[in-house]
């Protein structure tokens, strides 16, 4: 079976959060890269292998911002699997410490925007009716509202022998067997 389409629904502000979370994880991952680039002659005299572990760092950075925004594109694309990607883009975030944070707004961006789309749920859409009442369609409120009642009972006519019910003290011909509105036995 695919998966429910929600038209143009999807969980915008997790959405943009990510999106924008990415970014600043990916920007911040390929700031540390030319860091540890253009400053390899000063960190190298300073810490013997420095700039290596800068622009490792930076490579992580860059690979998690371009996850956290491919998750966060996947979010807008197919909301019907936002807790999978909300996820995701969590699992990410917190991952993308270890790559510079994004100059620490990355990460609290993309993981706000995770979260809130791990917990979206879409809206409730009304339902049309097709159909006859039972198979889909809405049934009429006034016919589901009224309960049945038995038919009234004739008139009687004045001068006429009658006796009361007694489950319900209405008054039916002397000869009738059962009563005339609620139907239990004459005795």
Do not use: D
Request: with cysteine; aromatic share 10%.
């Amino acid at each position: 079976m695919g998966s429910p389409s929600y038209g143009s629904i999807y969980p915008s502000t997790a959405y943009w959060l990510s999106m924008i979370g990415g970014v600043l994880v990916l920007l911040s991952g390929i700031s540390a890269i030319l860091e540890g680039i253009f400053l390899t002659s000063f960190l190298e005299s300073i810490l013997p292998g420095i700039s290596a572990v800068v622009i490792g760092e930076g490579i992580a950075g860059v690979l998690f911002g371009v996850v956290i925004i491919y998750a966060a594109s996947r979010l807008r694309n197919t909301p019907a699997s936002a807790r999978t990607w909300g996820i995701a883009i969590i699992v990410f975030a917190v991952l993308s410490i270890f790559g510079g944070g994004g100059f620490l707004l990355g990460f609290i961006l993309a993981l706000i925007g995770g979260i809130l789309a791990a917990t979206w749920h879409p809206p409730v859409m009304p339902q049309s009716g097709y159909g006859q009442p039972g198979y889909g369609a809405p049934m009429n409120p006034s016919a589901a509202a009224s309960p049945w009642a038995p038919p009234a009972a004739p008139p009687l006519r004045p001068g006429s022998a009658q006796r009361y019910c007694s489950s319900c003290g209405s008054p039916n011909l002397a000869a009738a067997q059962f009563c005339a509105k609620c139907g239990a036995p004459m005795s």
